[in-house]
């Protein structure tokens, strides 16, 4: 049974430029939540996608956008990155009908110069 | 809103003596409680978590937390402690009252266990 997947592992980019981050959930599981968690800190919530919608959002500026597929899969899009936007991206699935444990993927190392 | 606090940056302990690990939380209604695992460079991995029903929740690798309502907290705990225990670990909340599906966690625990 193949858990949550995520690509790239690691990313260099330079100020201002774009990044997509992507996420294959776990089998089964239909809804994707992405978290940014930087160094020495917790998971900080980015957003929640089910049904190819974004269903909730944390406290992140609109540089930040998203997209889920009809298979569930889903990319993380992030503009004119700043330093700030350095750290690890994790992607979280789970079934909305019995929806209460989000399983994480191994991340991706974001590092913006 | 959601919060969760873990007040120790670091735990140490040594290996077979038993652990604890503190969370405690706020949220404005009923909270669904859970417990993750960090290994360096790697994601979260779930352990185990509380939505209702007995207070004492069995999770995986021997860990088991109590949740008490009264003092709003949600310990991890572990009778045995082994050296691969060691690592950071992670309390969430979600409050389902609010509708809000995101989970809100604390800044998390490191776990040393020495041989």
């Known amino acids: 049974d193949a858990g949550v997947t995520q690509s790239p592992t690691h990313l260099i980019k330079t100020r201002g430029q774009q990044v997509t981050l992507r996420c294959s959930p776990k089998s089964g599981h239909d809804t994707v939540s992405w978290y940014q968690q930087a160094l020495g800190q917790g998971p900080q919530f980015i957003f929640q996608?089910?049904?190819?919608?974004?269903?909730q959002r944390g406290n992140f500026p609109d540089r930040f956008s998203g997209h889920q597929f009809p298979n569930y899969s889903s990319e993380l899009n992030v503009n004119a990155l700043l330093l700030g936007d350095s750290a690890l991206y994790l992607c979280?699935?789970?079934?909305?009908?019995?929806?209460?444990?989000?399983?994480f993927g191994p991340g991706t190392r974001l590092t913006v110069l | 809103a959601q919060s969760v606090a873990q007040p120790e940056d670091q735990v140490n302990v040594a290996e077979g003596n038993p652990l604890t690990v503190k969370c405690t939380y706020s949220v404005s209604g009923n909270p669904y409680l859970f417990w993750y695992v960090q290994y360096p460079n790697r994601g979260l991995q779930f352990l185990l978590k509380y939505i209702t029903g007995d207070n004492l929740v069995k999770g995986s690798y021997g860990f088991e937390a109590e949740f008490n309502k009264s003092q709003t907290s949600f310990h991890l705990k572990k009778p045995s402690a082994l050296v691969s225990d060691s690592a950071l670990y992670f309390c969430?909340?979600?409050?389902?009252?609010?509708?809000?599906?995101?989970?809100?966690f604390g800044s998390g625990t490191r776990l040393q266990v020495q041989p």
């Open positions: 969430a909340v979600r409050d389902i009252g609010t509708g809000r599906r995101a989970l809100t």
């Open positions: 996608y089910y049904e190819e919608e974004e269903r």
């Open positions: 979280a699935s789970s079934l909305e009908l019995a929806g209460l444990t989000q399983y």
